[in-house]
């Protein structure tokens, strides 16, 4: 009895056997033998039948892989067709439709009706290869190399200031051209050899460039021979502050952010400064003439001056309307409007604050020029009875004498003269207007 048993399953087994190689002759029509090697496929999950898929998946041809290898310089990069194991019936029935863990004949055709039917190149080869731009993306990423400009290494303690690093090119790997490349190879064998192309990128900046930005664009200097001891240290400390500034294309340069706050912790020392219309002792005394001769260097220079103001009382070392006040509501600010850099050197020769720009050359000459239409009366003087006989020893009673003549203030109007290299003037512009108060005068009144 068992034994019957036994036989009645065996003849069940194959007929089974027999009704599923039926099915799979009938319903796999787009896997037809001749389109596949001889070997045998691999089954990867079994899964329940319905009307349009057969109960089983055939995944795989295992010698039938596509193999493309990508050659740049020495290097290579190998894309191996892998076999996608679905997850489900869903994902089965997605690698089934795309061919995915078909045939090389059999993914080429989908790609050819993917290309027709308007899909790019990339994305049709996407479609039956999911895997292959992982393996493009990898060597784009590695061949390609960004250009690099060249630069200027700016160090004004040093003799020469500037030292130039030369440009080197770089390449860029035509995606687009690549994946049609990879395609056309493909079509002809499945196990194609392919060298990348790319195509030169150029630097923005050269080597010639930076040997044209490093020309001296204007030099300004004021004299502070009559300055006092702590006056003096003042300036040479403020200019080396702002010695070695370097302004990129675009970019702003503050005085007050470079240099500073001027307090005795930053190595500044009490001199002359004017505050409310009066010369007065005060920290950092001396530093508005470091600005002032910044600004005349930057005017002359063509930078573009964002902000500069005017002191309250007109100053000895330069002409009115072309001085520039600093103090901690007030500074000088000037951008760079150029495409390349700029560079700042500041020293003291001597009594002389020293203001050097340099850049590209300009195609015109800067000359200011100051005029003044008018005069203003310094204010009514002031009066000190001499009790000491300071200033009116020997005098009458009421007689007087000047302790501080007055001076005049005046209404002045700056103004920037542009001139070709012919000497030409082609512009003339009025940058500022001023009025400076006048000085009061002291005088002593003998008891």
Same mark, same amino acid.
């Given at each position: 009895?068992?034994?019957?048993?036994?036989?009645?399953?065996?003849? %069940?087994?194959?007929?089974?056997?027999?009704?599923?190689?039926? !099915?799979?002759?009938?319903?796999?029509?787009?896997?037809?033998?001749?389109?596949?090697?001889?070997?045998?496929?691999?089954?990867?999950?079994?899964?329940?039948?319905?009307?349009?898929?057969?109960? #089983?998946?055939?995944?795989?041809?295992? @010698?039938?892989?596509?193999?493309?290898?990508?050659?740049?310089?020495?290097?290579?990069?190998?894309?191996? @067709?892998?076999?996608?194991?679905?997850?489900?019936?869903?994902?089965?029935?997605?690698?089934?439709?795309?061919?995915?863990?078909?045939?090389?004949?059999?993914?080429?055709?989908?790609?050819?009706?993917?290309?027709?039917?308007?899909?790019?190149?990339?994305?049709?080869?996407?479609?039956?290869?999911?895997?292959?731009?992982?393996?493009?993306?990898?060597?784009?990423?590695?061949?390609?190399?960004?250009?690099?400009?060249?630069?200027?290494?700016?160090?004004?303690?040093?003799?020469?200031?500037?030292?130039?690093?030369?440009?080197?090119?770089?390449?860029?790997?035509?995606?687009?051209?690549?994946?049609?490349?990879?395609?056309?190879?493909?079509? $002809?064998?499945?196990?194609?050899?392919?060298?990348?192309?790319?195509?030169? %990128?150029?630097? @923005?900046?050269?080597?010639?460039?930076?040997?044209?930005?490093?020309?001296? &664009?204007?030099?300004?200097?004021?004299?502070?021979?009559?300055?006092?001891?702590?006056?003096?240290?003042?300036?040479?400390?403020?200019?080396?502050?702002? $010695?070695?500034? &370097?302004?990129?294309?675009?970019?702003?340069?503050?005085? $007050?952010?470079?240099?500073?706050?001027?307090?005795?912790?930053?190595?500044?020392?009490?001199?002359?400064?004017? !505050?409310?219309?009066?010369?007065? *002792?005060?920290?950092?005394?001396?530093?508005?003439?470091? /600005?002032?001769?910044?600004?005349?260097?930057?005017?002359?220079?063509? %930078?573009?001056?964002?902000?500069?103001?005017?002191?309250?009382?007109?100053?000895?070392?330069?002409?009115?309307?072309?001085?520039?006040?600093?103090? /901690?509501?007030?500074?000088?600010?000037?951008? $760079?409007?150029?495409?390349?850099?700029?560079?700042?050197?500041?020293?003291?020769?001597?009594?002389?604050?020293?203001?050097?720009?340099?850049?590209?050359?300009?195609?015109?000459?800067?000359?200011?020029?100051?005029?003044?239409?008018?005069?203003?009366?310094?204010?009514?003087? *002031? *009066?000190?009875?001499?009790?000491?006989?300071?200033?009116?020893?020997?005098? !009458?009673?009421? *007689?007087?004498?000047?302790?501080?003549?007055?001076?005049?203030?005046?209404?002045?109007?700056?103004?920037?003269?542009?001139?070709?290299?012919?000497?030409? %003037?082609?512009? &003339?512009? &009025?940058?500022?207007?001023?009025?400076?108060?006048?000085?009061?005068?002291? #005088?002593?009144?003998?008891?």
């Amino acid at each position: 009895m068992k034994t019957a048993k036994r036989v009645l399953l065996l003849v %069940l087994v194959c007929v089974i056997v027999a009704l599923a190689l039926a !099915m799979t002759d009938s319903e796999y029509g787009d896997f037809a033998d001749d389109e596949f090697c001889d070997d045998e496929f691999a089954v990867t999950e079994i899964y329940e039948p319905d009307d349009e898929y057969p109960g #089983y998946i055939l995944t795989h041809a295992p @010698d039938c892989d596509t193999q493309l290898t990508l050659l740049y310089g020495g290097r290579f990069f190998a894309y191996d @067709d892998p076999v996608i194991k679905p997850t489900d019936h869903l994902v089965a029935i997605d690698i089934f439709e795309r061919k995915i863990n078909g045939t090389h004949a059999q993914k080429l055709k989908l790609i050819e009706e993917q290309i027709a039917a308007g899909n790019s190149i990339k994305k049709s080869l996407e479609y039956c290869f999911p895997k292959i731009n992982d393996t493009v993306s990898s060597a784009i990423a590695a061949v390609n190399k960004p250009p690099r400009d060249a630069e200027i290494d700016f160090n004004p303690r040093k003799t020469p200031a500037f030292e130039i690093k030369a440009e080197a090119q770089g390449r860029k790997v035509d995606e687009l051209a690549l994946y049609s490349k990879i395609y056309s190879a493909l079509k $002809n064998r499945p196990d194609p050899v392919i060298n990348i192309d790319t195509v030169p %990128l150029y630097p @923005d900046i050269t080597y010639a460039d930076c040997v044209r930005a490093v020309n001296l &664009r204007s030099r300004f200097t004021t004299d502070f021979s009559k300055s006092a001891a702590g006056r003096r240290h003042n300036i040479a400390l403020a200019l080396n502050k702002i $010695n070695g500034a &370097r302004l990129d294309a675009g970019e702003k340069f503050s005085f $007050n952010k470079r240099v500073g706050p001027r307090s005795s912790a930053a190595g500044f020392q009490t001199a002359k400064i004017i !505050m409310d219309g009066k010369f007065t *002792e005060g920290l950092g005394g001396g530093v508005c003439q470091v /600005s002032t001769t910044l600004y005349n260097a930057a005017i002359r220079a063509d %930078l573009a001056v964002t902000h500069a103001v005017g002191h309250s009382l007109p100053v000895s070392y330069v002409s009115p309307s072309f001085d520039a006040m600093v103090s /901690s509501r007030c500074d000088l600010s000037f951008v $760079n409007e150029g495409k390349m850099p700029v560079f700042i050197k500041c020293f003291a020769k001597g009594s002389t604050a020293v203001v050097e720009i340099y850049g590209t050359p300009l195609p015109y000459t800067i000359q200011p020029h100051s005029v003044v239409p008018g005069y203003v009366p310094p204010p009514p003087a *002031e *009066e000190i009875i001499d009790t000491s006989g300071a200033y009116t020893f020997g005098f !009458m009673s009421g *007689e007087r004498a000047w302790v501080k003549s007055p001076k005049n203030g005046l209404k002045s109007e700056g103004y920037l003269n542009y001139y070709n290299h012919r000497g030409d %003037l082609i512009n &003339r512009k &009025r940058i500022r207007k001023d009025a400076y108060k006048g000085i009061r005068g002291v #005088y002593a009144i003998a008891p």
